[in-house]
């Protein structure tokens, strides 16, 4: 089955940087997309990046763009997230998510899911 498992959250302050990681398995994810969401304390779960695996088209949420960067390592099967100028209210859960051939790229729908990773960012 597919598994994602994300690395790279922690505490970082306000302008700072991250990077984070998510390893993907148990399918051939060529034909798959992949995403990023947040989630903060009372807030829902918001689309951050998204990222075509196989073209490498991106898409960002109006929040993060120019702040965030969504690539991908096809040898290694894994995501990255890399995060810049990085604020206060930037700071939420963070999940790595997949989504099938079939589902819609362009309505951000996704079958999978990580556990995700914290990220908390003080000022």
């Known amino acids: 089955q597919v598994q994602l498992v994300e690395s790279g959250g922690g505490l970082v302050q306000a302008g700072g940087s991250l990077r984070l990681s998510c390893a993907a398995s148990?399918?051939?994810?060529?034909?798959?997309?992949m995403g990023w969401f947040r989630q903060a304390p009372g807030k829902e779960r918001e689309f951050i990046a998204g990222?075509?695996?196989?073209?490498?088209?991106?898409d960002y949420a109006a929040s993060v763009k120019g702040r965030f960067t969504i690539s991908r390592d096809n040898a290694k099967n894994t995501v990255y997230l890399a995060m810049n100028s990085l604020k206060p209210e930037d700071t939420a859960v963070y999940y790595c998510a997949a989504g099938s051939p079939g589902r819609s790229w362009y309505r951000r729908q996704y079958d999978y899911w990580g556990q995700g990773t914290q990220v908390t960012v003080s000022s």
């Open positions: 148990g399918r051939t994810f060529s034909s798959y997309y």
């Open positions: 990222i075509m695996w196989s073209a490498g088209i991106t």
